[in-house]
């Protein structure tokens, strides 16, 4: 697979989100075929996989995900880019806890689970009441630890971004991003570009809307299913995005690929520091997520997509409030 930089992190074009195998689209798969799914993106040319701390069903516990993802990576571990996240509440500082020993202790046990001396790109994975200047401080001093090799945020705007960078230089910025959620384009992506940021989209696909294979009567999980409030997923949304859908099946058959494809390399041609990270619990869908990497769009398909792609209306907004 082609190769592309997060600041001075060298990662596969397409990464994979871990998430699905521990929480937010239902019933998860037995442990044996997660770790099995994730051993087979890394031999289809993945190098880079994202997890956090706080994935585990329903989002009860700490580390489920975080200790699939070490099983699955451990005889590995030098091939690739583990990317993972903490939450930081205001609550744990005080009392002799510092800001850096606090975010250290969380380091410490993701590292346990991940079975690893070093992480590669730690996020703060939402604001928490602290401010991001205390934290930035923090990673710099983990950075000369040797415990991670670069530091990220998340569902951040250009504001936040630009007061933790002049702190310590960011590697990546994971937002939201996607055909149907552009908020980044604005602010966010042109700063990355100008001050050699990566800039990590997660739900690329909207949670599979993209896909095409989500209809007005396709019917989610009742439990641990976040597709059941993600926006643009209610049935009056779904046929609004019905455009969106039919443009992505018209280019897909074009360029014999798929839907999901399309909208990946749509991203990846447009911007040079943009390296999705999209998630499925299911092993076919993530080679085909992962293959996108191996379509193409000449200037003229871009810009002639692009073009109709900006005259559609979008229903339904998340943005980086949730």
Known sequence: ??????????????????MAFSHGYGKIPPEKYSIEAIQNAYQHGC??????????????????????????????????VLATKLFL??????????????????????????????VDLYYLHRMGGI???????????LIKDGL???????QVDVDVIDRAHRVTPLTAIQNIYSM???????????YCLENNI??????????GLLSGKITTETKFESRDDVRNWVPQLS????????????????????????SAQISLVWMLHKYPNVVPIPGSKNKERIVENLDASKVELTDAEFTSLESVLNKCKVYGHRGFSR
């Open 1 to 18: 697979m082609k190769k592309r930089k997060l600041r001075d992190l060298d990662v596969s074009e397409v990464g994979m989100g871990c």
């Open 47 to 80: 190098t880079f996989f994202d997890t956090a701390e706080v994935y585990s069903p329903n989002l009860a516990g700490i580390g489920h995900n975080e200790r699939i993802v070490g099983k699955a990576l451990k005889d590995v571990r030098e091939n690739v």
């Open 89 to 118: 509440d205001r609550s744990e500082i005080g009392r002799g806890w510092s800001v850096y020993s606090a975010v250290r202790k969380h380091l410490e046990g993701s590292m346990e689970r991940l079975q690893t001396d070093m």
């Open 131 to 141: 401010s991001v200047e205390e934290v930035a401080e923090a990673m710099g001093q």
């Open 148 to 154: 991670i090799r670069g530091w990220g945020l998340s």
């Open 180 to 190: 149907v959620e552009r908020d980044s384009e604005s602010r966010v992506i042109p």
């Open 198 to 207: 990566g800039m990590v989209p997660f739900s690329p696909i909207a949670s």
């Open 235 to 258: 049935k009056a949304n779904i046929a609004g995005n019905q455009p969106i859908i039919d443009l992505l099946k018209e280019y897909a058959d074009k360029k014999n690929a798929t």
